[in-house]
């Protein structure tokens, strides 16, 4: 097929003509379909049923030290769940804490404690004038609302597919002493399934902040979660790269398995230095008594070790891997060729990311929700829900059954037709 | 036996003489027991490990409104979970948040989030020159450890059988509106057990505070932990008596089943107005996608309603009640008509208040901790660790085994005997 930018105006018109015609068909079905989050499927969480077996009444709930886990006490978690999951996140189980459900909750009551009490002596931010955060783009609308509820200001930074743009992080960081901190998903980045190079980890590593209690969040949300067993990113480990660096105290990495058991009840972790960890326990002795132990001892048992845990990833990539496919198969097919659009084709994750002509997200999001398709609102994968260019989509392939995923797809490639060539012409209708 | 403050010098140098020789026994036992924490026994928790057969890999889990509990989402948590704890805390499900697994973690997050971001619109805490806090004392260290991490001063309040001093209450909130809250364990209170009177909770529903936004923290951590069926204390609702009183707004109400179930494991929550909760959520949508929801189903099935969690509280009762007998028995026996002490005799919650002589409680509690019994350190029932009179302690019989305790709950009277004596004729050795 032609490429819509060499079209003339009359085959545009002609073109978007013909489409809407099939767009009617989409309108018609009565769908209801949800590509919005990150969820995952129920046949997902059927892999982990079986957890809900390893405890019994009969069970010894003691941990491995004898502790009973039915109690009070332990505020870092039990020393096999810091090694199962020391294991996933590559990191020494002594410099881990384990929390509760929720990565995102550990992440928020970091910033949250920086603001109220400040990082290793420093100021607390709610002291400073003014605090702000580096925002690689696209990124995760979650980290975004919490830096926004902070009264964080939030400075976007392109991201490419090595990582955040190096250069412009060391330039701001190392003159800036009021940017406190960077927003990072390492591997198989939300939205766009892009892992730092090699290159970008060790200069991450290497930062020399203005500011002392400059920390990088490093959110590996994905660590383990390949779609292919022979295309797998590789993440150098920043805790050990920053100790090498001779910044050990830069960091934190946060991970759950909340993609990998039940995303309402994993367990979620923290890793950093033992200045960092000494800091945050301070906190930490007055905030809680300790985390659900027995749910940790959940997760260790049904696991058994680091191996249990690889192989049941890969009954989730045989799950997700055939969805990601249909969706680059439907794009490619679609719109392969036709220079409206761009889209990623990750190795793992959870997401696609989508890149339309400028000016055109909101108007393709808004013709899929016509039909019954929700994907995430436009602009949401930049600080502030605001995308300057109208562009970036993500794409959530994970939540709908293949079958409506195929449909979902074929709407959404639609949509963009329809929305693009419009764009092409100047002349875009209301849905 | 005659009192020991009708003794001469001379029959307490002799009495003195004697019961050391009884505690040199004690020292010779190498005893390792702890009446420090609230904490249950392993007997307690067997009564709940019915929870770890409620699910299995065989069951639904979704709740009743067809969620998959096994997924992301429900922020507030699941209905049903919120009828049964709305059951236990009498209250509208409506007005109910749930929450992790600590409600400890839930009331520092409440005080964090008005110190960064303010209550119902008013200024954050952390941008005033002065926030205080009442304490009614003597009261529960981990409240008072979190106003302290806030640097947030905390006055003291004198607890009367009826509950705080409320004269004293109503004058300083109405007065000082860099007031803005008063910890309050209204039944069974830590430590002394005592129910505040109808009167007391009538008078906190009718407060006037110079601020708005002042909140009674109403910690009903007791409210179904009876230890005798027939001699039970009764509270009124604070919600609805605030309501009434035309103050909807001026109460935070928090329990968890941490000392239904399991204490590491069981399942927090919240009560409040409509504008309080509508407030909290705004910032809780940040900080987590939501809590176990599978820990709440657990806690729905195994329990069925109200009922079966009230029987089972019938259970702790038997196990607890013998515990309290014996130490009230014991401390009757010892130091019963010595005129050197007093202590309360709850009807409920897990601790027994036990006042010396002044400037006694340190030395007993040394004393005790040289035979290897620890008690919870003195002065830990006063704002900043510091009990004036040297005075209040702590004693909770939960944990240890019945035959332990009433070991130990002699040497603690021992203790107290030998250090009011020596107190009384104004010499007291080090041990």
């Known amino acids: 097929m032609k490429a819509y930018t060499e079209m003339t105006r009359d085959e545009l018109t002609a073109e978007i003509k013909e489409l809407k015609e099939v767009y009617k068909k989409y309108q018609k079905m009565d769908l209801s379909l949800d590509m919005s989050r990150g969820k995952p499927c129920a ?91 580096l925002c690689p783009v696209p990124g995760y609308d979650r980290h975004f609302a919490i830096t926004e509820y902070f009264g964080i200001e939030m400075i976007p930074v392109p991201m490419t597919p090595e990582g955040p743009d190096m250069d412009m992080v060391e330039k701001l960081v190392s003159e800036d002493d009021s940017i406190k901190g960077i927003w990072c998903v390492p591997k198989y980045s939300n939205p766009q399934g892009y892992s730092y190079s090699d290159e970008t980890v060790r200069r991450f590593a290497k930062l020399k902040p203005a500011a002392p209690d400059f920390r990088i969040f490093w959110d590996n949300a994905y660590g383990v979660h390949h779609l292919y067993e022979h295309k797998q990113d590789h993440l150098i480990e920043i805790l050990a790269a920053c100790k090498r660096a001779g910044n050990p105290d830069l960091v934190y990495k946060f991970s759950s398995t909340s993609k990998i058991t039940f995303p309402g009840s994993g367990i979620a972790a923290l890793a950093a230095s033992p200045n960092n960890l000494e800091d945050i326990q301070d906190q930490l002795k007055r905030q809680t008594i300790g985390h659900d132990k027995v749910n940790q001892l959940r997760h260790v048992r049904y696991f058994g070790d680091i191996h249990g845990l690889v192989e049941h990833m890969k009954k989730h990539a045989e799950i997700l891997r055939p969805k990601f496919e249909a969706v680059e198969d439907i794009l490619e097919e679609e719109l392969g060729g036709l220079g409206i659009a761009e889209w990623t084709k990750p190795h793992g994750g959870y997401f696609i990311c989508f890149e339309s002509m400028e000016g055109c997200a909101k108007a393709i999001i808004k013709r899929c929700s016509k039909c019954g398709v929700k994907m995430t609102p436009a602009g949401s994968t930049w600080p502030y829900k605001k995308d300057p260019y109208d562009r970036d989509i993500r794409i959530a392939p994970s939540y709908p059954s293949l079958e409506d995923l195929i449909t979902a797809a074929k709407l959404f490639a639609l949509s963009v037709r329809i929305v693009s060539a419009e764009k092409l012409i100047g002349k875009m209708d209301e849905v």
């Open 43 to 133: 046949e997902q969480l059927d892999l982990s049923m079986g957890m809900m077996d390893v405890l019994s009444s009969e069970s010894d709930l003691a941990c491995e030290d004898g502790t009973d886990c039915r109690n009070y006490g332990v505020l870092t978690g039990v020393h096999e769940a810091k090694v199962l999951i020391g294991d996933m996140m590559e990191n020494n189980p002594d410099n881990i804490i384990i929390f509760g459900n929720s990565s995102l909750n550990v992440m928020y009551d970091t910033v949250s404690r920086a603001m109220t009490h400040g990082i290793l002596g420093n100021t607390p931010w709610c002291k400073l004038d003014k605090v702000k955060f």
